[in-house]
């Protein structure tokens, strides 16, 4: 009689210590579930409060920097337009030297009108580079083309690059690098690449382009002796509008919209291939990318 009033005694303690176990469970679970959703919230609104202050900062730069070189050639239009009148309302037209000078003083603001363009059209064209990237893709147009001859058309038209600057090209032993690519972009990221290594580092310094082939694989770097970029900003960089604080820009006015690495890295990656930088501070920059070398055959790119 005892024995059976302790075992249903037992049963029900059991039971109940099993209910309380499972609530207890289930609290421990909810709140964990709770303190995630929490943790993800905060997450998704320090990221997007992050987005939102890097926006603000690209709209108040880009602004800037759009507004600078328009500011300067309406200027340098209106001093041409009121020299021209001057000219054209002398009783006598000026005759000799001073026509020379005229023209030298007029080619000059022209020239630093002609500049300032290049500047603006740069802009624009990164900017349009950038709406171009939906969902990290872009449209690409692949044809077979040479890495060297891609490099040597870029160092002919390397407008805005003064001639002062030393850039050293090193080219592959072999006669042609064949890649299958879209040749107008991956000039755009050479050149972006050397543009940047020209506005980050000391103009006394040559920048050095190296073009090669190992493996499988066609590796083009540009190494510059600028400061040098923290390792803790290496991944950063490549992200859309972002600018390191510490680094600063040596040569030019045009400070930049952040964009430039970001639309690289993802016309690099749409042709399977890889943008990487080496550089620590103090010691100078190598941006470097990669591309798969086009052996023999066709390959379908997607
Ligand atoms: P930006 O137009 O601002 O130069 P990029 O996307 O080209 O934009 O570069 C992103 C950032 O990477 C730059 O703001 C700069 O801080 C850093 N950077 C790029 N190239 C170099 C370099 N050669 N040396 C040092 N820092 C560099």
């Keep these: 009689m005892h024995g059976s009033l302790i075992s249903t005694g037992l049963h029900k303690l059991g039971k109940r210590l099993i209910y309380t176990s499972a609530e207890f469970l289930l609290l ?20 997007t409060q992050e987005v939102q202050v890097r926006m603000n900062e690209f709209l108040s730069v880009a602004s800037h920097e759009l507004k600078t070189p328009l500011t300067t050639i309406k200027g340098n239009i209106q001093l041409l337009k009121r020299r021209f009148k001057h000219v054209t309302t002398m009783a006598q037209y000026p005759t000799g030297k001073d026509v020379e000078q005229f023209i030298d003083e007029s080619c000059n603001l022209l020239e630093r009108t002609d500049q300032q363009v290049t500047r603006l059209t740069r802009l624009v064209n990164t900017l349009l580079e950038s709406t171009r990237i939906h969902g990290n893709t872009m449209d690409l147009l692949f044809e077979l083309c040479d890495l060297n001859t891609l490099l040597r058309e ?59 082939q190992k493996g499988r694989l066609a590796y083009v770097e540009v190494r510059d002796a600028g400061p040098g970029i923290p390792p803790e900003e290496h991944q950063h960089i490549w992200e859309r509008f972002y600018r390191s604080k510490k680094v600063k820009v040596q040569n030019g006015s045009e400070i930049g919209l952040g964009l430039g690495l970001y639309v690289c890295r993802i016309v ?31 390959v379908e790119f997607s």
């Design 28 to 47: 421990l679970i909810g709140q964990e579930l709770l303190m995630r959703r929490r943790i993800e919230q905060h997450m998704h609104k320090t990221a």
């Design 268 to 298: 690099i990656e749409q042709h399977h291939g890889q943008v990487g930088v080496q550089s620590l501070p103090g010691n100078g920059s190598t941006f470097w990318f990669t591309l798969p070398i086009q052996e023999t055959g066709f």
């Design 154 to 212: 870029v160092l002919q038209e390397r407008r805005t690059i003064p001639e002062t600057r030393t850039i050293q090209s090193i080219q592959s032993e072999t006669d042609e690098i064949l890649v299958m690519a879209d040749s107008s972009r991956v000039k755009h990221v050479i050149l972006h690449y050397l543009v940047n290594a020209h506005k980050y580092s000391p103009l006394d310094q040559p920048i050095i382009i190296n073009v090669s």
